[in-house]
């Protein structure tokens, strides 16, 4: 369904999925999954939240979290105020059973088939409400869109033996990151397809749908910063990307 500017159509819902069901084993930190570690007082999975918390067309998320964690992401979400947050249930054992969690908890709520759902990492906070606004677009139009980053160098194609069988031109290659954004029936779709043929392994919504027999997703280019918080190492270049925003606009950590 396109919106449209009657004054009686109905707005098209705009939906979220946030899934921070994993512990962050590869950051080291066997104290704190990685998507609650507090930058400047704040933790990683409050700002990626605020991004769709802030944004005007977002109408509900639902997040899919660490189970031990719940009680204190509900108090995290009170004290910052994020009102949109309407779904809070425990993640899965892999990326994927965590995204069927939210979407399910959406589907439970009534929400409608062909209501838009953004897919994002729990740990990615460095997208921007233009990014958001892009991917919806695409999405309307093409039925399904990936938020990309471009190449920076070639990419090498390595067989079972562990040589270079190829190498592709970065000019033809961008790397998969997040938002996805998708209608909610197909998402659904997707996942009830995965769950009869026993995929737990696919790794990101993309694949997902492509598997179940979906269109190809438009690519939509995202900022080189959008990276995903994994390691002690990416959690230093993040900190020191929201400091030099920061920096610009008056430092308001």
């Known amino acids: 369904m396109k919106a449209t500017a009657d004054a ?3 707005k098209e819902r705009v939906l979220a999925v946030v ?3 994993g512990v962050g084993r590869r950051m080291h930190s066997s104290a704190i999954p990685k998507q609650f570690l507090e930058l400047y007082g704040k933790p ?11 944004h005007p067309e977002v109408d509900s998320v639902a997040v899919a979290c660490v189970e031990a964690w719940i ?11 994020l009102r949109k947050v309407r779904h809070i249930v425990p993640g899965g054992a892999t990326g994927r059973l965590s995204i069927r969690a939210g979407l399910f908890a959406h589907m439970r709520a009534g929400e409608p088939p062909d209501a838009l759902v953004m897919v994002h990492d729990g740990v990615r906070p460095l997208v921007g409400p233009d990014d958001l606004t892009r991917n919806l677009e695409a999405a309307r139009v093409h039925g399904g ?10 990419i090498a194609v390595v067989d079972g033996d562990g040589r270079i069988a190829s190498l592709v031109p970065r000019e033809t290659c961008r790397l998969a990151r997040a938002p996805q954004t998708f209608r909610l029936g ?15 392994d696919v790794i990101d919504t993309a694949t997902l749908m492509r598997d179940a027999g979906f269109p190809a997703p438009a690519a939509v280019e995202g900022p080189p910063e959008n990276i995903k918080i ?8 993040f900190k020191q990307i929201v400091e030099a925003r920061e920096a610009q606009r008056g430092w308001n950590l």
């Open 8 to 10: 009686g159509a109905t």
């Open 19 to 21: 899934f921070a069901g």
């Open 44 to 54: 990683v999975i409050v700002r990626t939240l605020e991004i769709f918390e802030n």
């Open 71 to 81: 009680d204190c992401l509900r108090e995290l979400v009170d004290r910052f105020g």
């Open 145 to 154: 869109a990936v938020t990309t980053a471009s190449a920076v160098e070639t």
């Open 186 to 200: 197909d998402l659904l779709a997707a996942h009830r397809a995965a769950d009869k043929a026993g995929r737990d």
């Open 230 to 237: 994994t390691t002690p190492q990416d959690f230093l270049l």
